[in-house]
C-alpha cells in the first residue's frame, strides 16, 4: 500500500524565544525537520508533506530541497487543523497516511514503520509512551490496545492527569477517512483550537478502533524550549556515539565525543577525548583523532594521526599514514601521504605531494584581501620551519625551503630556497650592551 506522511510545521514555536523557526534549530547538525523527514523517508513514505506557517519561507525551502512537497496553514489554529492543510497536496492520495509533528527529531523509522502495520490491522494507530512529564496529553485506553480518547494536559481532570501514557504525536490512518475525520473536528476545548488528538474520537463514531503502539519516550520527545533542544542533542549523541561504538570504532572518552548527524568512522579508526565533528567527516580505519581537535568537511586517510589540538575545515584530505599535529589548521587543501606538518602551521588552499615535511609556523599566504590563490608543495619536499608561502606559488618535488623564509617565486624541484637576511656578529657586543646598562642603573 502506498504511504505518505503529514509533518506539521506550523507553530509560531514561540516557547523556543527564536527568531528562526522552531523545526529549523539543529540537532547534531541537521535541522529538527530534516530527522523528521528522514524517518518519514525511511519508513517508505513516498510522499511527505510538510505543512508550514504563511511567513515559513526558510521551513519551505528546505523541506523542498529535501525532497517534500509543501502545504501551507494560513492561520495555527491548531494540529488537526494543520493537518486538515495536506489535503490540498493529498486530497487524491489512495493509500495510508501518518500524521506527524515536526519537532521529534528523535522519531525513528521503525516506530513509523509500527503504526503502518497497527493502521493495516486495526484500522487506526496512535503511538504512545510512558512519562510522567505535563507536557504531553494522556492516552486513556479503553480495552488494551485499543484507544478510548487522548485528553490534552490543560484540558484533563486530575485521574486523567496522573496516567503516565502519554501521545508521542504520530497518527496512522487511512488517507481518504483521516481527511474526512479531518473536516469534522471542532474547537471546544481550553485552547479553542482543533486538535488533531480528537480525530479518534470521530473514527470511532465510524465504528473504527485506534490500537496504541508503543515507543520509548527518549525517541518520542517533542522540542518546545531551548532547553529540550539542548536534552534532544544530548540524546541524539548518546545514539550516534551507540552507534559508533557497535561499529567497531574505538573511543576513549565517547562521553566527551561530539558527533554529526552524517559524521562516518570506520572500524578501528580511533577517537581520543574531546574531539568535535562539524558535518561531512569521513575517518578512515586505522586512522586516529586525537584528543580537543575539531572536524569539518574532511576525509582522514587510513592510519594517519590527526592531533591533538588540531583543525581541519571543509574540502580537506589527509592522506593515508599523514601526521597532522598540534595546532595545524588545514583548509581546503590536500595533504599526501605520509606527509607530517606536526606543529603550528596554517595549510590553506593548498595541495601537498606525498612525503614531504612542513616545519611549525609555516603558513600558506592564501588570501590577498580579495581572492584566494593555491600553494602546491611537491612530493618529499622539506618545507622550513617559520616559512611564508605567498601564494599562488609552487614549490617542486624534493626542494628544500630554508627556515624563516618567504616564498614569493616558483622553487624547481630539488632546488634550496632561501630568502633570509644573511646572519652577521658583532663580537663581544653582549658584554658591552650589559656594562653600559649596569652604568646607567647605578646612576640613579
Ligand atoms: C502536542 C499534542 C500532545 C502531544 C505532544 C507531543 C495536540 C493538541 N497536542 O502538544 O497531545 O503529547 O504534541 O509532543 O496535538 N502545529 C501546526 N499548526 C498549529 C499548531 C501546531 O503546524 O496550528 C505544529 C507545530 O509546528 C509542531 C506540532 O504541530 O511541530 C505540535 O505542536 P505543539 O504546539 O508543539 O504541540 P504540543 O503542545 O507539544
Ligand atoms: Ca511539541
Redesign the pocket.
Known sequence: MARAAV???????T?MKSAR???MHMVAGLPILGHVIAAARGAGCSVIVV???PDGDEVRAYAQAQGAETAI?D?????????R?AHTVLGTFDGQVVVM????PLVLPGTLEASFAAQETSGMAIVAFRSAST????VIVAHEPFLDR?V??RDANEAERRVDL????IMAADAKSFFRWAAGLKDG?A?K??????IPALAKEEGVRCCVVLAQESD?????SRAELAEAEREMQKRLRAAALAGGVGMTAPETVYLSHDTVLEADAQIGPYVVFGSAVHVRSGAEIKAFSHLEGAEVMRDAVVGPHARLRPGTVIGEGAHIGNFVEVKNSRIGNGTKANHLAYLGDAEVGDGANIGAGTITCNYDGFDKHRTTIGAGAFIGSDTALVAPVTVGDGAYVGAGSVITKPVPADALAVTRAEQKEVAGWAEKFRTRKKAGKAKK
Request: glycine share 16%.
Open positions: 509533518i506539521l510545521a506550523a507553530g509560531m514555536g516557547r523557526p522552531k523545526v505543512v508550514t506557517a496553514q492561520r495555527q489554529l491548531g494540529t488537526g487543523h494543520a493537518a492543510c509533528y515536526g519537532d521529534m507536557a504531553y496529553g494522556r487522548i490534552e494536559y502519554c501521545n508521542a504525536g476545548n485552547q483550537e482543533f486538535y488533531l488528538t480528537d518520542m520527545m517533542g522540542v518546545n
